[in-house]
Every structure is written in structure tokens, then in C-alpha cells.
DNA sequence: TCAATATAGTTTGATGTCCAAGTAAATGAA
DNA sequence: TTCATTTACTTGGACATCAAACTATATTGA
């Protein structure tokens, strides 16, 4: 018995244990942050694969439909999603593959490009938004304070 | 002027916008944890990198550590650290490469291999902990309640 | 005992991320 | 105007993750 119960509360008593007392606590902030963040990924990616998008790719194309053109720069895109440009080329390459999305020359700047969703990427991300609302977002398990909770100390975090 | 104040916020306003109220709460909870563990994984990495080691790399040279004889079949690495099998392969590949474990023959199954932590693994995790330590876990810049809080709510989570 | 099934790891292929280097175009100072 | 610098994007390399196929070894049931 007493075997690890969880691999987190685990982890905090062997932090406590080793006498890295002061960071025990930020320890398991981070550790606990990364793992639901890779079951949200898992549900997430669960979600959008019938629709054939990651979730990034449905990040981009959902940014792009709420645009009044449907078109932004890749470099806004990039400090929109937080993503580095080498991630938002690789990602446009693929949508623009799968005809969801299509590079235009940016007629202010030479140097730039601007990725214009598609109508099939309207039609598919819509989809793809339904599908992620129901069986991801509607129900994350968590009551009204518990969310607010969370917003607040998320909110100080980023 | 109201030019996206953050993407978190603006996200939630487009879809209350589209009528997608009963998800926009968990799509600002997943958004958001999304965003703060990437802050944290850029904090994290940054620490480790003049180590050698990736978050991942360094939780299984810590969990070896941790262990009585600094050995487990990949296995229950991969249990413990919830990844699945092939990225065990790959990080133990990374780690032997870099003489932090060794693979050894399970005794109990022939099937198995043990990762083993060397004594220059051991050095290395030991050190890389007091930086990972000092640089990101000992101030994660949160009040003793913000942390009780986290921890009741992304306890429920997981 | 033997065939069917399950388990432990590895390999391969697709995706994604970051970093560093490279190319082309825009900017700015002299 | 001209040349150095900055900016926008692409490329290539290293790493990590997941899924699916494959090998080898265990286990199980008839």
C-alpha cells in the first residue's frame, strides 16, 4: 500500500523530503498545470480529429474566421497565438494543403504574407466548433467558483 | 483601443458573440491553462537547457532517482509519467546516448529492460533540480491561498 | 503441451515546438 | 540616394508526442 497514490502528491513529498521545502509548492503548481493541460490536449485532439485539425491548426483557423476579412499577416498570427513563426509556417503549410486556408501576398508588405481562410475552413472549423463545444467545453467538470477561482490565479500567471 | 486586450478575453467575448455561451467558460479554462503551461514549459526548458536536459528528460532521470536501486522497467516510466511507451524509448534513447541511464536486462522478464541512472545521471539531475529549483519553482508568484485554491481546483481535473 | 492472446519495447511516420541560419524586402540614418 | 539594420517568413535540425505496425517474450486456456 501507500504506493504512490498520486504521482503529483507524490512528487511534493519527495520535494519536502529532499528539504526543497520553498519549492515544493511552486513544484507542484507547475507539475499539476502540465498534466491537465495533456488531458485537455487528449480530449481536445480527440474532439477535432474527425475534422482532420489539431489543435493548433483549429486555433489559426478560428482566429482567421473572426476576422472581419478572414485573412490576417502570419506574423499577427503568430503573436496572437503565442506561437513562434516557424510553428504558424508549418501550420499554414498543412491547412493550406488540406485547402482550408491560402497564403496571399500582403499588398502593404512586400515581405509578408497573409493566410486567408478558406470556405471550406469556414465550414469546417464551424463544424469542428460545434463538435469541441459539446464534448469538451460544456462540461470541463468544475463548478461557477471553481472556474472563478481559476480565472483569478490563472489570470495572475500569464 | 479596444485592439484585443488579451486573447483570452476577446476569445471568451467571440463566443458569448456567437451564441456558444454554455462553452465559453471551458473554452477559457482550457485556453487559459493552455497558455500558463507554456509560459511555465518556457521557464522550465530555459532552466535546464545549460543541464542538457528537456522537462521530460529531467522527470525521468527524477523519478529514477527517487526510486531505491535508480532503476524501473520503461513500463512503469511510462505509467508514472503518463507517456506512452515510444516516448519512454525515445527519452531513454536520449539519456543512454548522453551516459545519464543505462538499459539493463529485466531479470524478472525477458521481455523488459530497466532504465538505470548512472552516477553521472544522478550528478546531473541533482544539479539541474537546484536551478530548476531556484529559477522557476521556489517563485511562481502566487499567494498561499492562490496555491490552495489551484491545487483544490486542478485537483478535480485530473 | 500447444495454439491463441496479451504484454513490453522498438520503429516509423505525421505533427508540433523551438532555435538558428538564410533570403528578401522595408526602414532609417548619413 | 545608399548602405547598415531590422523585419517577415522559410528552412533545417533537434526534440517530443501520439498512433499504428512489428518483434519477442509471457501467459492462458483447451
Redesign the pocket.
Known amino acids: 500500500m501507500t504506493e504512490s497514490l498520486d504521482p503529483i502528491t507524490e512528487a511534493h513529498r519527495q520535494w519536502t523530503a529532499h528539504g526543497w521545502d520553498d519549492a515544493a509548492e511552486g513544484m507542484e503548481v507547475v507539475t499539476s498545470i502540465t498534466r491537465v493541460q495533456?488531458i485537455f490536449q487528449?480530449e481536445v485532439d480527440?474532439a477535432l480529429k474527425p475534422h482532420g485539425l489539431?489543435f493548433?491548426?483549429f486555433e489559426l483557423l478560428r482566429l482567421l474566421s473572426f476576422t472581419k476579412t478572414g485573412a490576417l499577416?502570419?506574423?499577427?498570427v503568430?503573436a496572437r497565438l503565442?506561437?513562434?513563426?516557424?510553428?504558424?509556417?508549418?501550420?499554414?503549410?498543412?491547412l493550406e494543403r488540406d485547402g482550408l486556408v491560402e497564403?496571399q501576398a500582403?499588398p502593404d508588405?512586400?515581405?509578408?504574407?497573409?493566410a486567408t481562410i478558406t470556405t471550406l475552413g469556414r465550414k469546417v472549423v464551424e463544424e469542428a466548433t460545434l463538435d469541441l463545444n459539446s464534448q469538451v467545453f460544456e462540461d470541463v467538470g468544475l463548478s461557477a467558483k471553481d472556474i472563478a477561482d481559476l480565472r483569478r490565479v490563472l489570470g495572475k500567471l500569464r
Chains 1, 2 share one sequence.
Open positions: 495533456q487528449a480527440a489539431t493548433a491548426r499577416p502570419l506574423g499577427k503568430g503565442q506561437v513562434h513563426a516557424a510553428s504558424v509556417t508549418s501550420a499554414v503549410d498543412r497564403r500582403n508588405d512586400g515581405r509578408s504574407f497573409l
